[in-house]
Nanobody, 119 residues
Framework: QVQLVESGGRLVQTGYSLKLSCVAS????????MGWFRQVPGKEREFVTS????????FYTDSVKGRFAISRDNAKNTVFLQMNALKPEDTAVYYC????????????WGQGTQVTVSS
């Protein structure tokens, strides 16, 4: 079992930066690939970015490439999402998720943190 708690979401203006954090507890953190997803009311949850357990590989959806960066600190059981050059369309609830490296399914989810970008 893995428990995930996100933090860092708030209201910012267009062009500003924001860094989200997600702290994990309950299992061997480095065994899990971590992902960030986001959801807007009335729309499906979408993949934003992910990182492998050892931090060696990262993946991004096209709309955030060059602006967002995912990283992790396995010693602190924490994954980060650095968001730069924020746009109003980045407004969403951001969720942290975990999956075993051997699985394709994210089994564990945080409660979400609201990011609002004003124009």
């Amino acid at each position: 079992q893995v428990q995930l708690v996100e933090s860092g979401g708030r209201l910012v203006q267009t062009g500003y930066s924001l860094k989200l954090s997600c702290v994990a507890s309950g299992s061997t953190f480095s065994s899990y690939a971590m992902g960030w997803f986001r959801q807007v009311p009335g729309k499906e949850r979408e993949f934003v970015t992910s990182i492998t357990g050892d931090g060696a590989f990262t993946f991004y959806t096209d709309s955030v490439k060059g602006r967002f960066a995912i990283s992790r600190d396995n010693a602190k059981n924490t994954v980060f999402l650095q968001m730069n050059a924020l746009k109003p369309e980045d407004t969403a609830v951001y969720y942290c998720a975990a999956r075993l490296e051997t699985s394709m399914v994210y089994d564990y989810w945080g409660q979400g943190t609201q990011v609002t970008v004003s124009s």
